[in-house]
């Protein structure tokens, strides 16, 4: 497992190479633009619903000696539930609706590494492709809420929580480069295929998925840095993947 995380994250090398040599800048620009308007949506709503968590958590505390306290670290938390929260809607709304787009981009790659495109892949439309991005990003976004919100749970519980905030930030690392590696396997598996693929897998996915995530806390770069990178990256590796397990 270790060793293909390693391998999911190795890719990234000459990513921005591949993409200037491809030509592949001007297929990022409506993705580009999708990413930065959802973080400030989300960005704002974080702002604004953390302090209104805060409070009602802090309810719990029925005594007045501590009140004070109490109403700042449950704003705190409450904090850091949106913004978690906000998180994973973030990155399953850009996958989603940036499949369209991300789909030529995997195409080219996949083209320049073999030479062609193997004549039995699956052609799908525009439409098609962003019903498939939407499908698959519906269905990992219910699987991650219901394993990640009790995992932020824990973290009302000291030291155990230094350990789940690592388990969710794998979780998501996960989701993330499940959803870049489908705009590969979209043209060669079915949807209960490729969920099967991105399983026997995991470590590429997770490891594609941390920089994924890296990225992210990189001020107002990362958002508009983090589809070319992470979807170059995992196309490379997807490829490489089906090449050899025969997929292709």
Same mark, same amino acid.
């Given at each position: ?90 990155? %399953? ?18 083209? %320049? ?7 039995? %892949? ?65 043209? %060669? ?60």
């Amino acid at each position: 497992m270790i060793k293909d995380i390693l391998s999911g994250i190795n890719a990234y090398v000459g990513a921005f190479g591949l993409i200037s040599k491809l030509k592949l800048w001007k297929y990022f620009a409506i993705p580009m633009v999708i990413s930065v308007l959802t973080a400030i949506i989300i960005g704002f709503a974080a702002y604004g619903f953390s302090d209104n968590i805060g409070v009602f958590l802090a309810k719990i505390w029925i005594w007045d000696w501590g009140k004070d306290t109490v109403t700042t670290i449950t704003s705190i938390i409450g904090g850091i539930f949106v913004l978690v929260i906000g998180l994973i809607l973030y990155k %399953h709304i850009i996958l989603a609706l940036s499949a369209p787009f991300m789909s030529p981009v995997s195409e080219k790659i996949e083209i %320049h590494i073999n030479g062609n495109l193997n004549h039995n %892949h699956r052609k799908t439309s525009f439409q098609e492709q962003l019903i498939r991005g939407v499908r698959i990003n519906i269905r990992n976004l219910a699987k991650e809420l219901l394993i990640s919100i009790p995992i932020l749970f824990l973290k009302f519980i000291p030291v155990v929580n230094i350990f789940s905030t690592i388990l969710l930030f794998l979780v998501q690392a996960y989701y993330a480069g499940f959803g870049n590696m489908d705009y590969t396997l979209e043209r %060669h598996l079915k949807y209960k295929e490729s969920i099967g693929f991105v399983g026997r897998n995991k470590g590429f996915s997770i490891g594609n998925g941390i920089v994924f995530m890296l990225c992210l806390l990189i001020p107002i770069l990362g958002i508009i840095i983090v589809l070319p990178l992470s979807v170059t990256a995992a196309s490379v590796k997807t490829v490489e993947l089906l090449n050899q397990q025969k997929e292709i």
